[in-house]
């Protein structure tokens, strides 16, 4: 962060001594931290990124003299070399696939030419959104969202059971056998809840992705929980707070992560 000595000196001797801080020296700090923030958020990127992370978390923000729970997005990429790299976050009143469209539009904009595989939850038009900007992408959906979002039509008694089912797919050795167990699934439970298998039918393009690959790589791209974990993160620090002034407060806090 580039603060100047002669204010980092300030702080030193106000913490040390007991001296009351400046609203000029708050002031100051606040906006050496911000023009950080401005360089960070656009800077250049790599020409190439294998997998490329996308999820958006809640965060609640004063807007216009009312508290809102605003839409902070999150781009997290792992490199050629395999460094996880956060590439930049964002923030809107809601979440949608136009907003994802233009932070997507500005990565590529930054020197992002191509992502081979974009993971994400469950949006609706977020895979088109990815693939009007990078149509080579691989879109894979996050399991998790799925299997979550199927177990919301059954009742607590069945949970277990739909998940069990559920994980015969999606652990399946092959996309082959992930289809036959798709179709076993949906004999035994679309009588009941025909949406849980109709779902994944009309999703399967994009589900069955990281069958192509071994399960070492599987595993890293067949869930969100990479970004999930930095959402974690995010709620730990904001947990205690009612909530931000603005968004530049937010950025202040969100960005020491």
Known sequence: MAISKEVLDQLIADYIYGVEISPTLISQVTEAVMEEVRLWQNRPLEDIYPIVYLDAVRIRVKHNGQI?????????????????????????????????????????????????????DGLKGFPEAIEAVYPAAQVQLCIVHLVRHSLNFVSWKQRKEMADDLKEIYSAPTVEQAEANLLTFGEKWDATHPRVSQSWQNNWQRIIPYFAYPPEIRRVIYTTNTIESLNMSLRHLTKNRGSFPNDEAMFNLTTTV
């Open 68 to 120: 809102i729970k605003k839409a902070v997005y999150l781009a997290i990429a792992v490199t050629m070399t395999g460094v996880k790299e956060v590439l930049g976050m964002w923030a809107a009143e809601t979440e949608g696939a136009k907003f994802w469209l233009a932070i997507l539009t500005e990565l590529r904009n930054r020197g992002v030419k191509d992502i081979l595989i974009a993971c994400v």
